[in-house]
């Protein structure tokens, strides 16, 4: 199928009007119109419904925009293949990564490359780890750091880094703060910190709460800033990655519990499209994250 149809066709989903992606295409909105009737056609399905409020795809049109979308990127993956080969240092590189490793890896790797390639363009999505996963997946993003979710998806190539452990947080004036061993109704007592974007972070404190599965008391925070502050009250516990908390490990603002009982251990995995065809700069993006991983495990 026409390349431009199918961007035509992904942009109107954006959109949802038509001057916008002819403008973008640099075509009229007749023009849009007609490739989206030639899809139909081509088919024999109705893509869109029309109101109000512009161009809303039906259900076979989910389902061809799932597949477009990635024919799409693909198709922008390959162009920009072909010009960081032609132009050599100039061109882009998409990363992601999710709470942890965007702290611990993502400021050293983009100086890296910004160092090495000046020119190049340089993008970071920092968000769940399942939603770095879909987006890398979709080649929206050409790598990602994350930690392990536990479900791999087919179409990416997962490698393992590095860890990170998870630990208890808390205040020196917290009133655990002189327990040696921390216990499951230890934490079930009191109001625990959530970070709601970790998702990872909050999978692992189910499976160490676990057979319980209570319904403690928490609060949900989006800031891992705002957790380490509240947490400088003494009022409130949070369950966080050792590397998040390091500053105020050693100026004594917070102290941690390790968990005797289970050790809260997490992969770091480097993440990046079973598809993609390495270029010089993804090469110098991989090597950069080992040399990174290593001189943080020694």
């Known amino acids: 199928m026409n390349h431009l149809k199918l961007q035509a066709f992904c942009l109107l989903v954006d959109f949802k009007k038509l001057a916008p992606v002819a403008k973008a295409l640099g075509i009229t ?15 024999g399905v109705r893509l869109f419904r029309t109101n109000a409020g512009g161009y809303r795809l039906t259900e076979a049109g989910e389902g061809l925009y799932h597949y477009a979308r990635q024919i799409v990127q693909l198709q922008n993956d390959m162009n920009r293949f072909i010009e960081n080969l032609l132009a050599g240092n100039i061109g882009s590189i998409r990363l992601g990564a999710s709470a942890v490793p965007a702290h611990i890896y993502m400021p050293e790797i983009i100086n890296q490359i910004s160092t090495a390639y000046p ?25 990602g750091l ?25 205040s020196p004036r917290h009133e655990l703060a002189a327990k040696k061993d921390i216990s499951q109704s230890d934490v079930l007592k009191n109001k625990v910190l959530l970070h709601t974007s970790s998702s990872s972070t909050n999978h692992f404190i189910e499976k160490w709460l676990d057979p ?3 319904a403690f ?7 891992v800033s705002t957790i380490k502050k509240m947490l400088t009250f003494g009022k409130t516990i949070a369950f966080l990655s050792v590397s998040l908390i390091a500053d105020e490990l050693q100026s004594g603002l917070l102290i941690k519990k390790d968990l005797n009982n289970i050790t809260l251990k997490r992969k770091i995995q480097l993440v990046y ?10 090469v110098f993006v991989k090597k950069a994250i080992y040399d990174l991983a290593q001189k943080i495990k020694t």
Do not use: W
């Not at 849009?32 to 081509?42: D, L, P, Q, T």
């Not at 994350?146 to 208890?168: C, F, H, R, W």
């Open 273 to 282: 499209p079973q598809s993609r065809l390495d270029n010089p700069i993804d």
């Open 212 to 214: 319980f599965q209570p």
């Open 119 to 143: 020119d190049i363009r340089i993008s970071l999505e920092v968000k769940t780890a399942p939603e770095i996963e879909k987006m890398v997946a979709l080649q929206e993003l050409d790598f």
């Open 29 to 43: 909105p007749p023009t849009v119109s007609f490739h989206i009737r030639s899809i139909e056609e081509e088919y």
């Open 217 to 223: 008391n928490t609060i949900e925070l989006d800031s």
């Open 146 to 170: 994350l930690m392990e979710t536990k479900q791999e998806n087919p179409a990416l190539i997962y490698e393992t880094i590095g860890e990170d452990s998870l630990v208890l947080a808390l």
